[in-house]
């Protein structure tokens, strides 16, 4: 079974970014404990991060051809991207939104997510321990289909 993992814009900055925000993980040592986690369930993971809607979009529509569910932390584009929601409506994957903030307990327009509503789930305040456990939320919620 393998999930693709995708990051948005200006992940790439983790550790450094607003680190009183986003905490002080790079994207590099998130993607390694990911990485261990899989191995614990026996799943396969494809990390991914791009700054651009468009490729974010085409790697939404490539994971239709062999993943079995996406999760995403679609940053900024949380708020804005109807094409991204699309995208997620359009594979029809079981997907879990991701936050390492609290985006409820932020600015107004952080509250309001276009994909939330098109998602399995949302995790959202729990520091980079969040994609953890969306992680494993979603691999048991799929395990749990196939039965
Ligand atoms: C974020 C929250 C978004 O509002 C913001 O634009 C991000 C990161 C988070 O992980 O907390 O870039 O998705």
New binding site residues.
Partial sequence: MKILILN????NLLGRRQPEV?GTTTLADLEGRLRRVAEELSVEIDFRQSNHEGELVDWVQAAARDCAGILL????Y??TSVALRDAIVAVDLPTVE????N?HA?EEF?RNSLIAPVCLGQV?GFGISGYEWALRGLVEHLRACVI
């Fill in positions: 948005g814009p200006n992940l986003y932390n679609a940053a900024a949380t708020h991701v936050h390492v903030s985006v932020r952080r959202a």
